[in-house]
């Protein structure tokens, strides 16, 4: 995956995904770009008109907790995320984001470590965040190389859609 560089908007521990996307709009539409009007609208009924493409999203602890639903993941996607970045991410919030093509980091930093707006960058080939604003970097564990495998082709389904198969993961 190549670097990214984008704006961050913080959130705090324990965001589920009915935050991320209020169960009210889960049936709308199944179009990311029609759910990523209402992403995170469970906290801030104003994200979907602040957010840009390439923007990133930090959470603290147990980001995506809640239901499995895959909406919440495509919401970001349909609103421009293409990263979250935790310190820890519900394990099936992970693998939904995974499936929909937005790369999910875990890493430990302190809570002043990101503010809203500003710039960082995202060096996958290293693990390394940086924070434009502070010039300091942050270490993050790469994922394996078969989920890379399946960012890489823009999620699970542009992978198979596209001549992926099991083999080829690994």
Request: one cysteine or more; proline letters at 4%.
């Given at each position: 995956?190549?670097?990214?560089?984008?704006?961050?908007?913080?959130?705090?521990d324990d965001v589920s995904t009915d935050a991320i996307l209020p169960s009210k709009w889960?049936?709308?539409?199944?179009?990311?770009?029609?759910?990523g009007k209402h992403a995170m609208t469970g906290i801030d009924?104003?994200?979907p008109e602040k957010v840009s493409n390439?923007?990133?999203?930090?959470?603290?602890?147990?980001?995506?907790?809640?239901?499995?639903?895959?909406?919440?993941?495509?919401?970001?996607?349909?609103?421009?995320i293409r990263v979250v970045i935790a310190k820890s991410i519900a394990r099936i919030f992970f693998r939904n984001c995974v499936n929909v093509g937005i790369y999910p980091i875990e890493a430990d930093f302190p809570?002043?470590?990101?503010?809203?707006s500003d710039e960082i960058e995202?060096?996958?080939d290293l693990g390394v965040i940086v924070n434009k604003r502070t010039g300091k970097g942050l270490?993050?564990?790469?994922?394996p190389s078969f989920l890379s495998t399946i960012l890489n082709s823009g999620g699970l389904k542009s992978f198979i859609l596209g001549?992926?198969?099991?083999?080829?993961?690994?």
């Open positions: 995956m190549k670097n990214v560089r984008g704006k961050c908007w913080t959130f705090g889960k049936t709308v539409s199944f179009e990311p770009s029609e759910l009924e104003k994200f390439g923007d990133i999203i930090v959470g603290g602890l147990n980001f995506g907790c809640g239901s499995s639903r895959e909406q919440a993941p495509i919401a970001l996607l349909g609103c421009g809570d002043d470590f990101f503010m809203d995202v060096h996958f270490p993050f564990k790469v994922i001549g992926g198969k099991y083999e080829d993961l690994f």
